[in-house]
T-cell receptor, first 114, second 111 residues
C-alpha cells in the first residue's frame, strides 16, 4: 500500500495567489481529514469527510479556505487568496472503522506564503 | 481548558532510562486514545492505541489509561537516541471519527 499521498511536498507562493493542495487517501479508507500544523498552534483539524461527504468544517479558519472530495480517492484543499499567516504544514490523513485504529497521515505539504 | 493537554518539554533522559510522557483530557466520555511519534520534518506516526483502563504493552512501549483521572501516559523503556522525537497524544472526544491532538512533548534521549 502506498499510504496517503499528498502533493505537492513544498509550495512557495506569493500573497494573494490561489493554492491547491491534493490528497489521495489509502484505498478502502472512508474517512479523510485535513490538518494544519504550526509551532504556535500545533495540529489543528480543519475539515473531515466521511464517505466523500463533509461532516465537520468548523475548523476551517475563514471563507478563503475550501475543501472538496469529489470521489473516494481524491480530495483538495484550496486557499484563495493566500496570506502569509497561512504558512504551515498541511497534513491529510485517512482512516476506516470509525478511526478505531487511528489515522494514517500523509507526508504533508509545507506551504510558504511570501 | 484545552481538550487535550501535554507538557511541551523538552523531556531529556539518558540512553537506557525510562521516559514517561503524560497527557490529560477534558471529555470524560472519551473512548479511544492514541500516541503518535513525530520526527522533525516528518508526519505523525501511530505507535500505540489504548481503549480500556490499565496498561497495554508493545515492545519497549507501554500505554497506561486511567479514565477516572482522565489521564493517559506512555512509557518508553530502554530509551534510545532514535526515540528522540515529539510525542503527540490524541483522544476521541466521543465524536464520530474526530480526534483532538495535544500539542506534543519533545523527547531528547542523550547517548
Amino acid at each position: 500500500d502506498a499510504g496517503v499521498i499528498q502533493s505537492p511536498r513544498h509550495e512557495v507562493t506569493e500573497m494573494g495567489q490561489e493554492v491547491t493542495l491534493r490528497c489521495k487517501p489509502i484505498s478502502g479508507h472512508n474517512s479523510l481529514f485535513w490538518y494544519r500544523q504550526t509551532m504556535m498552534r500545533g495540529l489543528e483539524l480543519l475539515i473531515y469527510f466521511n464517505n466523500n461527504v463533509p461532516i465537520d468544517d468548523s475548523g476551517m479558519p475563514e471563507d478563503r479556505f475550501s475543501a472538496k472530495m469529489p470521489n473516494a480517492s481524491f480530495s483538495t484543499l484550496k486557499i484563495q487568496p493566500s496570506e502569509p499567516r497561512d504558512s504551515a504544514v498541511y497534513f491529510c490523513a485517512s482512516t476506516v472503522d470509525r478511526g478505531l485504529r487511528g489515522y494514517t497521515f500523509g507526508s504533508g505539504t509545507r506551504l510558504t506564503v511570501v | 481548558q484545552k481538550e487535550v493537554e501535554q507538557n511541551s518539554g523538552p523531556l531529556s533522559v539518558p540512553e537506557g532510562a525510562i521516559a514517561s510522557l503524560n497527557c490529560t483530557y477534558s471529555d470524560r466520555g472519551s473512548q479511544s486514545f492514541f500516541w503518535y511519534r513525530q520526527y522533525s520534518g516528518k508526519s505523525p506516526e501511530l505507535i500505540m492505541s489504548i481503549y480500556s483502563n490499565g496498561d497495554k504493552e508493545d515492545g519497549r512501549f507501554t500505554a497506561q489509561l486511567n479514565k477516572a483521572s482522565q489521564y493517559v501516559s506512555l512509557l518508553i523503556r530502554d530509551s534510545q537516541p532514535s526515540d528522540s522525537a515529539t510525542y503527540l497524544c490524541a483522544v476521541n472526544m466521543n465524536n464520530f471519527n474526530k480526534f483532538y491532538f495535544g500539542s506534543g512533548t519533545k523527547l531528547n534521549v542523550k547517548p
